[in-house]
């Protein structure tokens, strides 16, 4: 296996730098084991349970199944780096810590990606709506009752900042 | 890695890289790098080519859908009224972050007979386009796939687009799995009834080592049935359609179901399809 690969990616608006890397590296290593942002998780590597979730050009992607070096010249958002407007935490983190929705937490970052790329397409999802757009991503613990009441909150919130 | 930006340079370095695979989406092929059961050496990166992501008319009778083109775009206008079977079965594809990454000539490279696209291509004989850097062919569907996960394609071709005609009728998919998301298909079929011509076509997802064609089975119902676009279909007319497509089939026990289960799929599938085109 040669590690003879270089490139840069775009990660939460900094360019950095990967180096001596072999070509069939996921971006979901390449984010954990050698730009130090373990956010994203890690649990199947095929796709199926969503905790690796990033926005790859502004879209919901699993970071297992998108071959790193293929995403440069692309922009790159993993949990470290969604804006929380100077706050600690972001809106939706902040409901899902409000409404309990975090138990093991391993499916935990995944869901804030594609819950804020949610929000941000489609401000005032409907209830099925909100279950087709978290379909990806894989919870064994909660039962997603509180995960559901988290969006609530969360569209709840960004509606009355937009209002007032 | 070579990220080509456009579809000459991927052609050229395919030419160059006898050992070179192209990876669109990666959702097929990343799962095989993770597990170990590929180690590739050379890649060529579809990702930043804008001419594999374009829609086009090429004419009235056709849409022409680049092979890059991912299941979230195939899902919504403009292809969804114009091709609604092809939106419907990319609507059923995974979850929103495969469809988002998943691509049109991903699924024709990997030409699993779960593929969800490949029964809409085979009911409404659509061509694939093959370019390598020194040669162009224009491939029928049917000629395309030859086995599981096998096609004629040469490794150093790229699928550049898929031509779909598009008819003057009905068409519909459906799948069955064991549960509504994330679901590779245990059975599926693809109805189009063309008005202008009178013909139904069918065609079936997980039942054979390629996609069928039931073409007996089409047969048999223009021979016993009207088909214009005001035709009724009689429960006895669809029942026996959906009969006659499961003999048609060759489906096998696996991991997923049986052979028996699919038959059974394929006979009710094939005559709700039946009975919703022409209700
Ligand atoms: C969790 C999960 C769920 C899935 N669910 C479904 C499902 O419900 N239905 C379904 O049909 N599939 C499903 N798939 C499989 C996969 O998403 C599809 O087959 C998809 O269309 C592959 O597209 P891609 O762009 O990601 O392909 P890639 O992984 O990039 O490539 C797949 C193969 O095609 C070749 N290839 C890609 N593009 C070209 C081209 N332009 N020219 C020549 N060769 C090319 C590659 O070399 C490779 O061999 C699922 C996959 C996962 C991981
Ligand atoms: S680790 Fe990527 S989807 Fe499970
Ligand atoms: S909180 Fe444990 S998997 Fe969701």
Redesign the pocket.
Known sequence: MSMNEFYTLNVNGQPMQVQDSWVGESLLYVLRERLGLPGSKGACE???CGSCTVLLDGQAV?SC?VMAATAVDSTIVTVEGLDAHGAELTDVQDAFVQQGAVQCGFCTPGLIVAIHHLLEENPQPSELEVKEAISGNICRCTGYGRIFAAVEQAVAVRKASRTS | MIVAKSLDAALIALREHDDA???????????EINFNHLKPTTMVS?RHIPE?RTITRPDGNTISIG??V??SQLEIEPVASVLPALAQASR????PQ?RA??????????C?P????LPVMFALDADIHLQSSDSHRTVSIHQFMTGVKRNV?RHD????AVDFPIIDGWQGYSKVGVRNA????VASACLVADHKSGDVRLALGSVGPTIIRCRETEQWLKDNASLTHNSVISPDIAREFGARASRECSPIDDHRSTAQYRRHAISILAARLLQKAYS
């Open positions: 095929q796709g199926e699993c199944l | 695979r192209v990876i669109q989406g990666g959702t097929d092929l990343m799962v579809l594999l092979s890059g991912p299941y059923t594809v995974g979850s495969i990454a998943g691509s049109l000539g991903g699924n024709l490279g990997t699993s779960a593929g969800d696209t394609k071709e790229i699928i550049t994330m679901v590779i298909s």
